[in-house]
């Protein structure tokens, strides 16, 4: 994670009993709970789990508890993935979640790292009044084999598309959307290329407060098999034309009538070595 937690899995798969296989998937190794909101409750986690095993299945299998029969799956009490009942977990649904998939996914060499994040932006008036304004924003998928990863998508369990710029603008005076593109060269290279993440600029026409709930800011999402990583996200405030240090990954802020916000989303990673890489 951006703060410096691991996620660590081990994945075994016995099938010496055909009536009876197993699937063990052992988070032992993550991080300890933590004291900020990115943890993750064991639904979510669960949850996860089932997603990747739903994606490798070729075939349509029930969204039940069924499903779940033959994978063991250990998450240790206390950590990130299982913390205590008082422990905060407003981030866990929406960004942990991605990388639990990431690392899932990466541990049994299917599909490198996707863009590990939902890239959250919410914005209102400052005084609470009026409407507030919620988006997730695509990124880069990650490239498995035989695939190049897919262009600008939600990945994986975001669950939401982004609002037309046309509506957003419509619904929402205060702001225009300047650009909203995709982020060229933002996907790792490989045999197969991850997918490239997207650029959107908001600017704002009246003063707003933002907040901003994303990941992959300062690690970059991994490329597999010889695949280079994709390239992190950044978060950049713009005044009056000029660009100012770029904003942390979970943040909020006011912004003046004028502003402008720029997401840059992450690429995701690449999959094989491509023959131009050489070594």
Not at 54 to 76: F, K, M, Q, T, Y
Not at 101 to 111: E, F, H, Q, S, T
Not at 202 to 230: D, K, M, N, W
Request: with cysteine; charged share 25%.
């Amino acid at each position: 994670m951006d703060n410096g937690d691991v996620i660590r899995v081990t994945i075994t798969a016995d099938a010496s009993v055909p009536e009876h296989p197993l699937i063990r998937i052992d988070f032992t190794g993550t991080a300890g709970e933590s004291s900020g909101n990115i943890n993750a409750p064991l639904a979510i986690t669960r949850a996860a789990v089932l997603y990747c095993l739903r994606c490798l299945v070729d075939e349509p299998v029930a969204l039940n508890a069924g499903c779940l029969e033959p994978v063991s799956i250990i998450i240790p009490e206390g950590s990130l993935l299982n913390p205590s009942a008082d422990a905060a977990v407003a981030v866990g649904n929406v960004e942990t979640s991605q990388r639990i998939v990431d690392v899932v996914l990466g541990a049994l060499n299917k599909a490198a790292a996707s863009q590990g994040t939902m890239n959250n932006l919410l914005f209102g008036r400052e005084d609470n009044t009026g409407s507030q304004y919620y988006e997730t924003i695509p990124g880069g998928s990650g490239a498995v084999e035989g695939h190049d990863g897919e262009d600008g998508v939600q990945v994986h369990m975001t669950n939401t598309r982004i609002t037309d710029s046309e509506i957003l603008e419509q619904r929402f005076k205060e702001v225009r959307v300047k650009k909203f593109a995709l982020r060229k060269e933002s996907g790792g290279k490989g045999r197969w290329n991850g997918g490239d993440g997207v650029e959107r600029h908001l600017e704002f026409q009246e003063p707003a407060v933002v907040s901003i709930l994303s990941e992959r800011r300062h690690t970059a999402p991994f490329g597999l098999e010889g695949g280079q990583a994709g390239r992190p996200g950044k978060n950049l405030p713009q005044k009056s034309g000029e660009r100012t240090e770029k904003l942390g990954h979970r943040v909020g802020c006011r912004v003046d009538k004028g502003d402008t916000i720029i997401i840059k989303t992450p690429g995701g990673g690449g999959f094989g070595k491509d023959a131009g890489q050489g070594g």
